[in-house]
T-cell receptor, first 112, second 113 residues
């Protein structure tokens, strides 16, 4: 089983649509959680951290369910510029390990 | 405040040559990480360094790959005797000591002919 699993998509949605991505992780002791976005042939860029209480940043809402080991990202009123690959990222639990573990990404294309 | 700087952006090597990839972390960041992204795959952790110390190299291939972060100058990822399978995007990230968030450089795309 992969440490971080995502639906690879692709998701093709019209402008203005609402789209949701899901992610599960295997290490129940994981400490921190993030969504990054990666544009084609570019570096990953931090989109938002994910907190147990849920958090919102404009059109983006992230949720974490520790009991189910499940993370989600909701994008409302999607824009053409939202087209990218969305990466679910988990930070380890303890010790000297500080590497991020990436899901393989969910590809989103927003269509005009 | 410049971001994470990587160079070169593109590197072409023939099989058997050496590749040297450089990374300068963001100002104030003392932790450096290297990740590799093979074509059509996700990012995989390679190594985590602090100044003059390798903290975790559990993701590094056992042979031909090495990394350093000297007291002065950038972090270097070195690949000796490159093979076609080394062709990938190599990303460097940095973070301050007290935060879990990592910021990525633009990457070096290595092509092995």
């Amino acid at each position: 089983r992969k440490e971080v699993e995502q639906d690879p998509g692709p998701f093709n949605v019209p402008e203005g649509a609402t789209v949701a991505f899901n992610c599960t992780y295997s290490n129940s002791a994981s400490q921190s959680f993030f969504w990054y976005r990666q544009d084609c042939r570019k570096e990953p860029k931090l989109l938002m951290s994910v907190y147990s209480s849920g958090n919102e940043d404009g059109r983006f809402t992230a949720q974490l369910n520790r009991a189910s080991q499940y993370i989600s990202l909701l994008i409302r009123d999607s824009k053409l510029s939202d087209s990218a690959t969305y990466l679910c990222v988990v930070f380890p639990s303890s010790g000297s390990a500080r590497q991020l573990t990436f899901g393989s990404g969910t590809q989103l294309t927003v269509l005009p | 405040n410049a971001g994470v700087m990587q160079n070169p952006r593109h590197l072409v090597r023939r099989r058997g040559q050496e590749a040297r990839l450089r990374c300068s972390p963001m100002k104030g960041h003392s932790h450096v990480y290297w990740y590799r992204q093979l074509p059509e795959e996700g990012l995989k952790f390679m190594v985590y360094l602090q100044k003059e110390n390798i903290i975790d190299e559990s993701g590094m291939p056992k042979e031909r790959f090495s990394a350093e972060f000297p007291k002065e100058g950038p972090s270097i990822l070195r690949i000796q005797q490159v093979v076609r399978g080394d062709s990938a995007a190599y990303f460097c990230a940095s973070s301050p000591p007290t935060l879990n968030i990592q910021y990525f450089g633009a990457g070096t795309r290595l092509s092995v002919l």
